[in-house]
């Protein structure tokens, strides 16, 4: 078995190459952007999703991601890609994998509304999910698969699998966690040994150094294994574009690293000999959104006798469950509209500039974009302001940095789409695409049978569709 630890990353494909291999790498370049153009479908899929993933980060050069500009140059785009409501990564990655809006799938938010107060849980498990995935697909067609960092990954029908987990025990590490949903078992600990080298609970808590060793545990799980689908979750863009707001220098350095992240994988399907039979997509789950205001809605229900001020919410009617850019109304009893009028009143009595932070978002419009079925109403922030699930006054407050949730129509937190490598229309632009429109593409680059209830795969994109 290969040992990748001991093996320096590569900066980049010509760097510190002898004269005869610059040119055989720049030969090998050359027939691999052909084989974007042909109809031949590829063996291996590598979708490489990284959260809070902006069209502007390939579209514009000045952002250092030359792996991902590069693919977007060589293979094809799109302008933007409309997410799910909430626009948030749970919903998100669950629709990227199932071709289904979350009222189809079951995955409504990150954190599932629990009526007796928020836990700390997450859709973890793949269980929760109510329609079949791609997984599942591959599966069924004898194939095989891979997987790191996924959302409601946990149980999954994967191979390898390492998902996205921790544990809400105190005294339960964070790779601890981990292992303990690891499957095969033993891999984690595999891939550390060939790999990685040692994780610490420190390590895992640095985002930069995290989506770097990401990126190397996906090329090893790649270059070892060849699954026919690779899935990848890379989450420091995300975590500094809240932190920091979108365009601050934290936000550059997280973007550079997934872009190192991408080539690490990349290189991993040269070196093992499968670049030429393999299909990469580069793509997110949401842009995001710059705030300077807060708003706690759930202050306006304590102070109308609607809820308490409680962790478990005391003797409530209604709550509003927090999504970042968006709420959503729940009710204690489905049946009670009269709390429904009362909640509408109370918003219509607000003051006009606190009413021009947010749009409520009606059960029509709801049904529309496939939110979650039982709730009578949502808030959608406007750009600059978002949620807080707090129940104590101020309602609203100065804020900053960034986020996303709010209802997809707003460009901000559309994400993107790269698709580079075999099976791809070099050149091919599509103006938008959904995120519900991925697994019925990938379904399509590998010939295998898969009813996608929500999403179709975009016309134009694929060489194969010729």
């Known amino acids: 078995m290969r040992n990748l630890r001991r093996r320096p990353m590569r900066r980049g494909y010509f760097e510190d190459l002898p004269s005869v291999s610059r040119i055989a790498a720049v030969f090998f370049g050359l027939m691999l952007s052909l084989a974007c153009t042909h109809g031949r479908h590829p063996d291996h899929v590598v979708l490489i999703s990284i959260d809070g993933f902006r069209p502007d980060f390939y579209q514009d050069t000045t952002w250092p991601a030359p792996m991902i500009q590069q693919m977007a140059q060589e293979g094809a785009q799109a302008t933007a890609v409309r997410g799910v409501f909430p626009s948030v990564t749970y919903p998100s990655h669950t629709t990227m994998i199932t071709g289904a809006v979350p009222r189809r799938h079951g995955i409504f938010y990150n954190t ?22 791609l997984w599942d697909a591959v599966r069924e067609a004898g194939l095989k698969s891979a997987s790191i960092s996924w959302p409601a990954s946990v149980g999954g029908p994967i191979d390898w699998n390492i998902p996205e987990f921790w544990s809400l025990e105190p005294d339960v590490s964070a790779l601890d966690a981990i292992r303990s949903v690891t499957r095969p078992p033993e891999l984690f600990a595999e891939v550390m040994r060939e790999a990685t080298g040692p994780f610490t609970d420190a390590d895992f808590e640095d ?48 973007v550079t690293t997934a872009d190192r992240a991408v080539r690490t994988i990349v290189e991993a399907a040269e070196r093992s000999g499968i670049q030429s039979r393999t299909a990469f997509i580069v793509t997110g789950d949401h ?151 991925m697994a019925p593409l990938i379904a399509e680059l590998l010939e295998i049978p898969f009813d996608a209830p929500d999403g179709v795969s975009p016309k134009n994109l694929l060489a194969v569709q010729d």
Do not use: C
């Open 112 to 133: 599932p509304f629990e009526p007796e107060g928020q836990t700390g849980r997450w859709y973890w498990h793949t269980s929760a999910i109510r329609v079949p995935t």
């Open 207 to 254: 985002r930069l150094l995290r989506d770097d060793r990401i990126g190397v545990a996906a090329a090893y799980l790649l270059e070892q294994y060849r699954p026919s689908l690779l899935t990848v979750h890379l989450i420091a863009v995300d975590y500094f574009q809240h932190q920091s707001g979108r365009d601050a220098p934290m936000v550059r350095q997280a």
């Open 287 to 437: 842009g995001f959104v710059d705030r300077d205001k807060l708003v706690a809605p759930n202050v306006w229900l304590v102070e109308a006798g609607m809820m308490e001020a409680r962790r478990d919410r005391g003797d409530w009617r209604a709550a509003f469950h927090r999504t970042g850019g968006s709420v959503f109304l729940h009710l204690r009893h489905p049946e009670d509209r009269e709390a429904v009028v009362e909640v509408r009143a109370l918003l219509a009595r607000l003051p006009s500039e606190t009413q021009r932070l947010f749009r409520v978002i009606e059960r029509d419009e709801l049904d529309r974009v496939g939110a979650d079925p039982v709730v009578p109403l949502a808030l959608s922030a406007v750009p600059g302001t978002s949620f807080s699930a707090s129940f104590r006054p101020p309602a609203v407050r100065e804020a900053t940095g960034g986020n996303h949730g709010h209802f997809p129509d707003l460009p901000q937190v559309h994400t993107g789409f790269v698709g580079w490598g075999v099976g791809f229309r070099s050149g091919a632009v599509v103006s938008s695409m959904g995120i519900e429109d």
